[in-house]
């Protein structure tokens, strides 16, 4: 018997790690000229003209029906809608790596949310890396109580608070009751539109006389960059990990996001890397992979296939 890379899966690994731990730094960009609730309405509605395109290139773009038509709303309104949106807003106000730190707790939230709906049961493993995954939010805030008397900060933080949790419950709900269809790309294109729509409602609410002519093109390329990689491509790797390899394996390409983001926010925002910030961090992503890793399945079944010689 050998063992050959399997270089798709390695490539598809690197892309949802790398381009989605890149997109911390893109929302930065994009909301430096461009009020947020545009910025995700540009970002989700390309993706579903992209992803419009595609299907109707295939001949595949058909009505899903009421019912699963308002499981991909639910989907969309809490890990979009509101996760996607609420980052944005978080980014004005605090540094690219800080939140993508704050996002790494998501796998967490989903582990713990999981055991409340039933979908797992609590291990002593999975316990484990709770605390350890927790005691890293612990380090985070150790010494920066104090930053919470500035308001933007607070704002900040309360608004990657809600994303984080938003997108636990999306996941765990696309996981109970989402309709398990084949056409990921019909499904998601239903996402992106709906996504679109609403937060295109809400950018005029809230920005109701935008002055485009105020938009640079910096920003505006940094709104495309997540549209087309942020969106498609990365979503597209993703979900050929989770047909590969599981969603549970998949999530490990999650491990690269904070790593990727802190490193870019150093580079472009001047971004310093604290003691405590570092040492939650590790914490974090020891506590995920306490919770999800199998060292050797990880390194055999995930990169390398079987064949016979």
Not at 9 to 29: E, N, P, Q, R, S
Not at 56 to 76: T, Y
Not at 213 to 228: E, H, N, V
Request: aromatic share 14%; net charge positive; hydrophobic share 55%.
């Amino acid at each position: 018997m050998k063992q050959n890379l399997d270089y798709k899966l390695i490539i598809a690994l690197a892309a949802v790690g790398i381009v989605w731990g890149t997109t911390f730094l893109g929302i930065k960009v994009a909301v430096e000229t461009i009020p947020p609730w545009f910025v995700t309405s540009i970002r989700q509605g390309l993706a579903g003209l992209i992803m419009m395109t595609i299907l109707l290139f295939k001949k595949e773009l058909e009505w899903i029906g009421w019912e699963n038509f308002k499981q991909q709303l639910i989907a969309s309104v809490l890990m979009l809608v509101i996760a996607n949106g609420f980052t944005t807003i978080a980014e004005q106000n605090i540094p690219s790596g800080l939140a993508s730190v704050i996002n790494a707790v998501t796998p967490i939230l989903i582990f713990l949310g999981s055991i409340m709906f039933g979908l797992q049961k609590m291990s002593l493993k999975g316990f484990t890396g709770v605390i350890i995954g927790f005691s890293g939010v612990v380090f985070i805030f150790k010494d920066g109580l104090v930053s919470f008397l500035d308001a933007n900060y607070r704002t900040g933080m309360m608004f990657m608070g809600f994303a984080i949790l938003a997108w636990a419950a999306g996941t765990i709900y696309t996981k109970t009751h989402a309709n398990k269809s084949k056409n990921i790309t019909l499904n998601l294109f239903y996402q992106f539109t709906i996504a679109s729509c609403i937060q295109l409602v809400l950018a005029s609410i809230f920005s109701p006389n935008p002055d485009f002519s105020s938009w640079s093109t910096r920003s505006i390329f940094a709104a495309l960059y997540l549209s087309i990689f942020g969106s498609v491509i990365a979503f597209g790797a993703y979900f050929t990990l989770v047909g590969r390899i599981g969603p549970s394996k998949a999530a490990y390409s999650t491990l690269l996001f904070p790593l990727v983001a802190l490193t870019l926010s150093t580079l472009y925002e001047g971004y310093v890397w604290q003691v405590n910030a570092i040492a939650g961090l590790l914490l974090i992503l020891l506590g995920n992979l306490v919770m999800f890793a199998r060292p050797e399945a990880l390194m055999g079944k995930l990169l390398y296939r079987r064949r016979t010689a």
